[in-house]
Each structure stands twice: as C-alpha cells, then as structure tokens.
C-alpha cells in the first residue's frame, strides 16, 4: 500500500486554520447567518459556509447546529468563537505594535456606546478622529449593557453612574449634568417659565422605565425642592426623548452632554437654568484590562477625553 507523502497531513489541526475563515465564523455568529455575512462582504454565501466547514474539518468538531430555525453554536463552537476572538486580537495586536513603530495607529475600536451619546456626540466629532488617525476606524454598539465585553468583543464602552464589575477598568474621562430643556416652538406655544412653580402650567417628556431620570432636584437657592416629573409623552431611550422635545411635544429633564449641540444652533433652549441641581455626573471610558495595551485602544480613549473633559460652561439665565 503506498504511503501518503503529503507533508500536510503531519502538520497539526491549528496549521490548517486560516484566520479568515476563523473570522467568517465569528461573523456568522454575530449576524446569525451565512448569507448576512456573504452580503456584508460581497461574497457568494457557499465561500462563507465552506470557511466554516474548514474549519470543523480542521478540528474534527461540529461547530454550527443548523435547522430551519437558523444557526446556533454547538459547546465545541462556542469554545471556538470565544478563543478565536482572543486570536484574532491577538494577530491584529502583532500588526498595530509594528505599525505603531512606524508611527502609524491603525486598525477599528468596537465601541459601546448609548444611542443618545452616539447621535449627539461621538458621530460629529468622529471626522476629527478620522483626520487625527486616518487608518483608525469605529464599530459602535448601541447598547447601555457592558456585561461581557469579551463575548460581545467589545473594546471599549462609554458609561455613566456607577461601575460595579471589579474586573472592568473605569477612567473617569469628564463630566455631565443635567437641565430642562424644550423647542423654541413649544416656548411660543406654552410661554417660558420664569420659576419652579410654572411648571405646574407645562407638559413633560419624560423617561417610561428608568424613573430616576424624572426625578427633577432643584438646586437649594431656588427653593424649588424636588419633584417626580409625569410625561405626557414618554420613550425608553433618552434618543427618542431627545427627538420628541425637539419637535416640540413639551419640556425633557436631559442631559446637557446631548443637548448641547441644539441648544448652540438655537434649535433646543435650556429654561429655568442655573436654577436646576448643579450636580455634576461622571462619564467614564470601560474597558477589559488587557485592552489598554492596544495602540488603537488608546488613542480612542485619549480622544474621548478631549471630546469630554471640557468644563461644561455654566448655567446662564433662563
């Protein structure tokens, strides 16, 4: 019987993984099938499905269950998908050191990120990021949850409040608080008030599940105490709240951070200002220990400190 010669076939299983393929089935994962992953990549869905297949063929395991339900990982693929994250950043960690020898930042930053924080801040300022790194790209995750950056493959997430995962780092990068702010459409319509107590005479927009965010303090000087705001219209997101006070459907307990933008066009005004809580909250940049030694990493964090570490200008009169 002739013996097979084939130096292939005494190499070890990981030899035969290409790293693109490894990349296809993490993608297949996130996107719950081969075909959203051949169109994202402009490929036929047959080179997606073969890629995985290489790769059970390479290991000798089934990582895919597939049925007329979709995709689902076996416990062989999930072992597979979690370590092949750490890999692959692993291998884009080789590249970025040397290109950072070079001078050069590189490579794209998975960010978590609110919606409200997305639209209103980090999207207008990413073409300044583009001119500062101009190889260095942003995948942003719209989510409030940082529950588990390494099975999300997160690197970094923006949060406010309090950090309570001991195993995340949290650096405190700025500053926000909050006031009452509305259209200049529903000010002509519903007069500006001058006090506290002309509230009683206006409509909200308020939050529908996180009650804490209708809880309006006043700062001691105003003598207006705290109230419990009711909406009359109400969203689950401070993006679709921010939205509804802008077409003017009544006055939003939000965040400055947010609405800063509109208020500097004119097309948001702060009311009662100076006579809100002055208390200021902080922003922090989350991340995984070992993602700090990223180059790519970094740079997003230092530019998220410059986009949100300005003192916030003081209330003026309403």
């Not at 402009?42 to 995985?52: D, F, G, M, Q």
């Not at 995962?165 to 608080?177: K, P, Q, S, Y």
């Not at 700062?219 to 993006?239: C, H, K, M, P, Q």
Request: charged fraction near 20%.
């Amino acid at each position: 019987m002739e013996r097979n010669t084939d130096p292939a076939n005494d190499l070890p299983a990981w030899h035969r993984v290409l790293p693109g393929d490894l990349a296809m089935l993490i993608r297949t994962v996130e996107l719950g099938s081969f075909s959203a992953v051949a169109r994202e990549r402009n490929l036929p869905t047959s080179n997606v499905s073969r890629a995985v297949q290489r790769l059970e063929s390479a290991w000798a395991v089934r990582l895919l269950r597939r049925s007329t339900h979709g995709l689902s990982l076996t416990p062989e693929g999930e072992v597979a998908v979690d370590l092949g994250r750490q890999s692959l950043a692993s291998l884009a960690e080789i590249g970025e050191r040397l290109a950072t020898t070079r001078g050069q930042i590189s490579g794209t930053v998975r960010l978590a990120v609110s919606a409200a924080v997305a639209r209103y801040v980090i999207v207008p300022a990413l073409p300044e990021l583009s001119v500062r790194y101009p190889e260095l790209f942003v995948e942003l995750m719209l989510d409030d949850k940082a529950n588990d950056f390494t099975l999300e493959g997160v690197d970094l997430a923006v949060r406010t409040g309090i950090i309570l995962d001991e195993g995340l780092v949290a650096r405190r990068i700025g500053n926000f608080r909050r006031g009452l702010f509305a259209s200049p459409r529903y000010l002509r319509r519903q007069g500006i008030p001058q006090a506290p107590v002309d509230l009683n005479d206006h409509v909200f927009v308020t939050h529908q599940s996180t009650f804490q965010l209708n809880r309006l303090r006043f700062a001691a000087s105003s003598r207006g105490g705290e109230r419990l705001l009711v909406g009359n219209y109400r969203a689950n997101t401070t993006d679709m709240m921010a939205e509804m006070v802008s077409h003017g459907l009544g006055i939003g307990y939000m965040s400055e951070l947010i609405m800063r933008a509109g208020v500097a066009s004119g097309e948001i005004v702060e009311v009662l200002s100076g006579m809100c809580d002055p208390e200021m909250y902080p922003i922090y940049a989350v991340y995984l220990p070992d993602r700090l030694r990223l180059p790519r990493v970094q740079a997003v964090i230092e530019f998220l400190g410059d986009l949100f570490a300005p003192e916030l200008p003081a209330a003026g009169a309403g």
